[in-house]
Nanobody, 127 residues
Framework: QVQLRESGGGLVQAGGSLRLSCVAS????????MGWFRQAPGKEREFVAA????????EYADTVKGRFTISDDIDKNMVFLQMNSLKPEDTAVYYC????????????????????WGQGTQVTVSS
């Protein structure tokens, strides 16, 4: 059973940066496709970024493209989300998600395809 735990959220002013981390425990992390999602109050959970195992060609939501970067560290069983130029509309609970292990290295943008989820970390961006 895979367990995910996010950290790194907090309060930041608009234009600032945060780096979210997600550590996985359980089976080896090396063949998991990973993603970040977020959910703002009163809104549905939305895709933010995804990375296929192997770390190739990450994918981003249009709203964060050019500002956020997803990366992983297989040796440490971790995935990261570097968030720069934050905006008040980025305020949400951010969730780490994992799918696998498997043979298909792919970027998954649909929340329904992820099997494992973290508990979330709050990101608040003040104007």
């Amino acid at each position: 059973q895979v367990q995910l735990r996010e950290s790194g959220g907090g309060l930041v002013q608009a234009g600032g940066s945060l780096r979210l981390s997600c550590v996985a425990s359980g089976p080896t992390f090396s063949r998991f496709n990973m993603g970040w999602f977020r959910q703002a109050p009163g809104k549905e959970r939305e895709f933010v970024a995804a990375i296929a195992w192997g770390g190739f060609n990450p994918e981003y939501a249009d709203t964060v493209k050019g500002r956020f970067t997803i990366s992983d560290d297989i040796d440490k069983n971790m995935v990261f989300l570097q968030m720069n130029s934050l905006k008040p509309e980025d305020t949400a609970v951010y969730y780490c998600a994992a799918e696998g292990p498997g043979f298909n290295s792919r970027r998954i943008t649909s929340a329904q395809e992820y099997e494992y989820w973290g508990q979330g970390t709050q990101v608040t961006v003040s104007s």
